[in-house]
Nanobody, 127 residues
Framework: QVHLVESGGGLVQAGDSLRLSCAGS????????IGWFRQGPGKEREFVAT????????YYGDIAKGRFTISRDNDLNTAFLQMNSLQPGDTAVYYC????????????????????WGQGTQVTVAS
């Protein structure tokens, strides 16, 4: 089991950058694939990006390609989401999630792939 805590959200202007962090508890953090999702006001939760347990593989949703970068540091038990060129449409609560270790990695881009979720961090982008 892993406990996740997101941080790094806030209020920024259009065009600014933010780096979100997802801190995980326990010695097994490095065995979990990590995903980032977001839920904007009045919208369903949507996939942002995912990274394999080693960090060697990543996959991005269309909303993130070219602007966001997912990474992780297993020595720190932390995953990151670097977000550049933020726009008002990026306003949302951002969640990280962990997938129970499995034998292989593939682009886990749906909520059903993840068993553990953080509480979310609010990102607000002003125009």
């Amino acid at each position: 089991q892993v406990h996740l805590v997101e941080s790094g959200g806030g209020l920024v202007q259009a065009g600014d950058s933010l780096r979100l962090s997802c801190a995980g508890s326990g010695r097994t953090f490095g065995s979990y694939a990590i995903g980032w999702f977001r839920q904007g006001p009045g919208k369903e939760r949507e996939f942002v990006a995912t990274i394999s347990w080693s960090g060697g593989s990543t996959y991005y949703g269309d909303i993130a390609k070219g602007r966001f970068t997912i990474s992780r540091d297993n020595d720190l038990n932390t995953a990151f989401l670097q977000m550049n060129s933020l726009q008002p449409g990026d306003t949302a609560v951002y969640y990280c999630a962990a997938r129970v270790p499995s034998g292989s990695w593939s682009p886990f881009n749906t909520e059903a792939n993840y068993a553990y979720w953080g509480q979310g961090t609010q990102v607000t982008v002003a125009s």
